[in-house]
């Protein structure tokens, strides 16, 4: 039995509905989150979608800007439902058709009723069976019709083919004789000359440089190591004195308080993050310039030149973009998105754009590629803005410390992120209490010590610091130290603590459950995934299972899962910006950093227009 039906216009208008077995109330939190997670999220690409206990059916009429939506308890099997959605479709359009073709004034006011067409149309449906697909009987399959005979090798027929292809090839040389001409005797010490003349054009010719080095040929000369020295070399070496404040630990260039002037222009730099920016493309500019003459463009070899071929002034169909979606797809995973979520991106803008009208003019590459760019657009940008600044400051007016959680896999780049994320908070005026969690790997507090004295020698604020090491060792409980330090934040006044986790594989269960460990029992505000943007499908892997375990290994009704996301190397890739789509996709979460360099101040926040633009190159 259906719990409802439900036709609207994707502008949000509600056109006619229809609940069953007095589920009125009911069914608005279904559709809502249809709307959230499928209509504005652009993930249309199934017909299916579930919330809680209820299973949704759903049909996009792109021609008219239509949503048809059906929902019924998932633990139920009704075969009809694909047959009432389709007669559903066809019969509303069929009989509102000019209601619809006026357009969003016209709606308001029409009046759409459909009541009693449904019923017959869910009568008919219910009446229909849909019988099982059956298997064939061996007397109805081919093999069954083949005899033995059929099935022998005659020997006769190859021995013949070969004998004419003989004799062919025996005819054609006669022929050949009669027609060429008789060859000319060629000299032999021609041939000798032609020879060396070959050789000779072939050797490169030596450059000036060259000639100037085989003239003024000399022996072996030693070579001179970068660090290497000689006792002339001690006195310039030697930095045990302590009244030589020309250098500080062998770092030449480092003015008083020991801070060089690129150290120097951070701290003067602006207390905002930057927007990430990515090259765009040159061809696109030079396409779309129109002081530049057609002969000097440059040919577009970009996968929408796939619908040059193709006009206007029709409905698209699906054969009419299989190919296109084809290309579109390797294209993407080309640019390092994951296979799966390529595919699924494919099937929404399929879905976004089947049975929809051109225009005379309109081609159908701009048409499609401007989908494409709306649906990546709406996939990066965050469901929620994750704006640490303003929790911060909540944070402060209860007097308590807000805490961050780094969590990722081995050699990401989790401290080295914490300690930029640090230095931001520490520009703002925030006092930073770093815990050493990574209880696992050989210098990973040592590590976290350095940034400690580098954070504070950049600002250094009196006798209490405003950056501070909270540590305990290595082989401790990681869940407990991080208790201890959000306590001695607490009690020392610190606005926020900064959690490191070890790096641990996504497969490996007695780790996930102790960091599961950790995020149930501190309750940080914030949990941030650390990946890098080099992978691609591996991205998909490692933020589904972390996800996963978060959830599986609490104890907790509503456990505390993934926050958001920190994308790191992202100098390292060029245009292949992939990941960034696959990691979004995959869990909702937005990036809330991107990390482009070593230095503290290589932190950005994510522009989804200029990574769709890279992505699209």
């Not at 004799?167 to 010490?189: F, G, H, L, M, T």
């Not at 770093?434 to 604020?461: K, M, W």
Request: glycine share 6%.
């Amino acid at each position: 039995m259906l719990d409802f039906f439900t036709i609207f216009s994707k502008s949000g208008l509600v056109l006619w509905y229809y609940a069953f077995q007095d589920v009125k109330g009911n069914f608005t939190d279904p559709v809502n989150a249809f709307i959230k997670s499928v209509i504005l999220q652009e993930r249309g690409g199934s017909a299916a979608f579930v919330h809680g206990t209820v299973q949704m059916k759903y049909m996009q009429d792109n021609e008219f800007e239509l949503i048809f939506v059906v929902g019924y308890q998932k633990i139920l099997t009704l075969s009809y439902v694909d047959k009432l959605i389709d007669d559903v479709h066809r019969s509303f359009r069929d009989r509102y058709r000019q209601q619809l073709l006026d357009g969003t004034l016209a709606m308001l006011t029409a009046d759409f009723d459909f009541k009693s067409t449904f019923a017959h149309l869910l009568k008919n449906a219910e009446h229909v069976t849909v019988l099982p697909k059956q298997m064939k009987g061996f007397s109805e399959s081919k093999k069954s019709q083949k005899t033995i005979e059929s099935l022998k090798i005659k020997k006769t027929e190859p021995t013949s083919k070969k004998n004419d292809r003989r004799n062919s090839e025996i005819e054609k040389p006669k022929a050949a004789e009669v027609i060429d001409p008789p060859k000319e005797e060629v000299n032999p010490d021609e041939i000798a000359r032609r020879i060396e003349e070959f050789k000779r054009k072939k050797t490169p010719k030596a450059t000036k440089t060259e000639k100037k080095q085989k003239k003024g040929k000399t022996g072996k000369q030693m070579r001179i190591w970068d660090q290497g020295g000689s006792a002339k070399d001690a006195a310039v070496l030697d930095y045990s004195n302590p009244n030589d404040t020309s250098s500080t630990n062998g770092h030449n260039g480092r003015a008083n308080g020991g801070i060089t002037e690129e150290e120097r222009g951070w701290i003067q730099g602006s207390q905002h993050i930057q927007e990430l920016v990515v090259e765009n493309d040159s061809e696109a500019e030079t396409a779309a310039s129109p002081d530049v003459a057609p002969s000097n463009r440059k040919k577009s070899t970009g996968i929408f030149n796939l619908f040059s071929n193709l006009v206007g002034s029709k409905a698209l169909s699906k054969d009419d973009l299989a190919n296109v979606l084809k290309a579109m797809s390797e294209h993407l995973i080309g640019k390092n998105v994951a296979a799966e979520i390529a595919e699924k991106m494919c099937d929404s803008v399929s879905a976004k754009l089947e049975g929809k009208v051109l225009g005379t003019f309109e081609t159908i590459a701009s048409t499609v590629k401007q989908s494409l760019q709306e649906s990546l657009v709406q996939i990066l940008t965050p469901k929620r803005r994750v704006d640490i600044l303003r929790d911060v400051l909540e944070a402060q007016r209860v007097s308590r410390p807000y805490v961050i959680a780094f969590c990722g896999v081995n050699g990401v780049g989790k401290s080295t992120n914490l300690a930029k994320i640090s230095f931001w908070l520490m520009k703002n005026g925030f006092r930073v209490l770093i815990a050493a969690c990574d209880t696992f790997r050989a210098g990973a507090v040592e590590q976290l010590r350095t940034h400690e004295a580098r954070l504070n020698s950049l600002y250094p604020d009196g006798d209490q610091p405003k950056c501070r090491l909270y540590e305990k060792g290595y082989g401790k409980d990681a869940a407990h130290i991080a208790m201890q330090a959000i306590n001695a934040a607490k009690e020392q006044g610190y606005d926020i603590v900064m959690i490191d986790t070890a790096g641990r594989m996504q497969d490996n269960e007695p780790l996930m459950r102790s960091l599961s460990k950790l995020v149930t029992v501190n309750s940080p505000d914030l949990v941030l995934f650390v990946g890098e943007a080099l992978v691609g499908n591996e991205a998909v892997d490692q933020l589904q299972k972390f996800n996963q375990a978060l959830a599986d290994h609490s104890n907790m009704v509503n456990p505390h899962c993934i926050d958001g996301i920190v994308l790191t190397k992202f100098d390292t890739i060029d245009d292949k910006v992939g990941a960034a789509i696959s990691m979004t996709y995959t869990t909702g979460q937005p990036i809330v950093f991107v990390g482009t360099g070593q230095s503290y101040p290589d932190l950005r926040s994510l522009n989804p227009k200029a990574v769709v633009n890279a992505l699209l190159k």
